[in-house]
């Protein structure tokens, strides 16, 4: 799959890399014992070390280092047994420390690679560079009073990870793909919820462009896009830009810009500070963080399997397309949902069911696979229903649609209305009689060779049997009384 923008001056590509923060799952922040959840009543989470009061010192959280070290293994990434924390100084209303702890020469997690699928079928390796955790700032409110700015401290000192990608991504697609595939590997993992919406997860997009061939150019970094949307349309738009400001003879300068969603365009927001204006040092309140290697190797052991695993495991055991099986391991809750439809059933059907009729419905009715108006055990019955004969295929998705609008029971609603397929051949032959002896004329036509009218003939009983007749049976008739 290859994006390019045709300009004046020939054919360019567009060059993409990720700096992705992700809020870490813990119930404490990363150095302080305070609280994380989300929505709280502003200031109510916050600890002495939070807000930066005289001679605290931070305390690191064990557990927000274990889901680093855990989302560093799901990237299949070197996991650097001595890392440190340095301070970025900078002032800002919500940081009260006036510095934010994060790793920067030496970070918790080295390189990596995250494996895109794309819609073509082919795969992409993209290179993670590295994934150190750092600290959340505060808030600043500038909605709740006309004349001030208010400081909201809960979200001060919440652990996050940044996570950065080489610069290997070409198009719009592959950055939605790695947000998604991102995504999808904190979610298993569950060290981060991958929640765009409420900032759980926020993507800084660098985006230059060149020629084929030619070396990297300046890139401009698009700060804290808040959806995979977004991201694509920034990139896009971005890109598109940079083109025009190098075919009028201009330069692209580095500089941080933010993406208008109303107005589909990227503005300027600063000229990059240089790293050397942080004047980053080690944090003399934190020894350098050394792992033992055997408490590594046990999160390594109890890792859950992860989407590429899945895909591989999908393919393999129900000998599902690779597309049938990225699309299904894509959320961890589809792929749950597949796998308790396809055990001990027709794997390929349950596949074809939930990636058709079942994300259709939930498009249509605009829910989520957590909460289903089928849930995976009603739909498992339904394809029972098919394979024991009690109902045949196209009632089968009346019966799906009757379950999502009542909750009822498939076997309930089978009883209901009526749904069982009809076998007797007795009504069968009875019903075709009749439609033959209405169509005397296509009867004629049939016998003397148009083999087409077949079709309408099956059509035309089924029709009068309300699509409950066994198709099989209706064809074995109709070619004996037509015979
Ligand atoms: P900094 O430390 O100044 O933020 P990095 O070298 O760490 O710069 O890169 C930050 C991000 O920018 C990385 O995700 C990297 O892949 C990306 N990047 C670097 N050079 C380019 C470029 N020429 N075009 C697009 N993205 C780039
Ligand atoms: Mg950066």
């Known amino acids: 799959m290859s994006y390019t923008i045709e300009g004046r001056t020939g054919v360019w590509e567009v060059v993409i890399g990720l700096e992705v923060h992700c809020q870490v799952i813990s119930k404490a922040k990363l ?45 299949r990434a070197q996991i650097n047994l001595v890392s440190r924390f340095d301070r970025k100084n900078y002032f800002y209303p919500d940081l009260p420390f006036g510095y934010q702890i994060t790793q920067f020469e030496k970070p918790l997690v080295g390189k990596g690679t995250i494996t895109l699928e794309l819609e073509d079928g082919t795969t992409r390796e993209i290179g993670v560079t590295r994934l150190h955790l750092e600290q959340d700032a505060g808030k600043s409110l500038h909605d709740q009073n006309p004349t001030k700015t208010y400081v909201d ?21 592959e950055a939605g793909a790695y947000l998604r595939k991102l995504r999808s590997i904190v979610r298993t993992l569950g060290t981060c919820d991958g929640n765009m919406e409420e ?30 949307r977004f991201v694509m349309q920034a990139v896009e738009v971005e ?39 942080y ?23 109890a890792l859950p399997e992860l989407p590429d695993d899945r895909r591989a495991r ?52 605009g829910r989520t696979i957590e909460d289903p108006p089928v849930p995976a055990a009603a739909l498992g019955r339904i394809l029972d229903l098919i394979a024991d004969g009690t109902i ?40 075709i ?10 009867v004629a036509q049939y016998k003397s060779g148009k083999d087409k009218l077949f079709g309408f003939f099956v059509g035309q009983v089924m029709r009068e049997m309300k699509g409950k007749a066994n198709p099989a049976l209706v064809n074995e008739a109709l070619k004996r009384a037509l015979g």
């Open 31 to 75: 150095f302080s014992g305070a609280a994380t959840t989300f929505g709280a009543e502003p200031n109510t989470q916050v600890s002495f070390v939070d807000a930066a009061f005289p001679g605290m010192l931070p305390v690191p959280n064990r557990e927000c280092i274990a889901q680093a070290v855990r989302t560093g293994l799901g990237l």
């Open 153 to 173: 401290l809960n979200r001060a000192g919440v652990g996050l990870m940044e996570i950065v990608s080489e610069p290997d991504m070409r198009s719009p697609e």
């Open 199 to 228: 900032g759980s997860m926020r993507a800084d997009v660098n985006v230059s462009v060149r020629h084929p061939g030619e070396d990297y150019r300046t890139r401009c970094e698009i700060k804290n896009v808040n959806s995979i």
């Open 239 to 277: 890109a598109a830009r940079q083109v025009q400001v190098w075919e009028d003879g201009e330069e692209v300068v580095q500089e941080t810009r933010l993406f208008d969603s109303a107005h589909g365009e990227t503005r300027p927001m600063r000229s990059k500070e240089d790293a050397h204006d």
């Open 279 to 301: 004047r980053y040092f080690p944090d003399p309140d934190l020894l350098p963080l050394e792992l033992d290697p055997a408490w590594v190797a046990g999160l390594k052991a």
């Open 314 to 365: 999908f393919m393999e055991d129900y000998g599902l397309s690779p597309y049938d099986a990225s699309v299904l391991v894509a959320e961890r809750a589809s792929a749950d949902y597949f796998e308790a439809v396809a055990k001990g059933r027709d794997a390929k059907q349950a596949a074809n069911w939930v990636t058709g009729e079942l994300f259709a419905l939930l498009n249509r009715a």
């Open 392 to 431: 045949n295929g196209k009632i089968a998705k009346t019966l799906f649609e009757a379950v999502a609008e009542t909750g009822e029971s498939p076997d309930a609603l089978v009883e209901k209305r009526g749904l069982r397929q009809v076998t007797d051949t007795g009504a069968i032959d009875a019903v």
């Open 433 to 442: 009689a009749r439609i033959l002896g209405a169509n005397a004329d296509k």
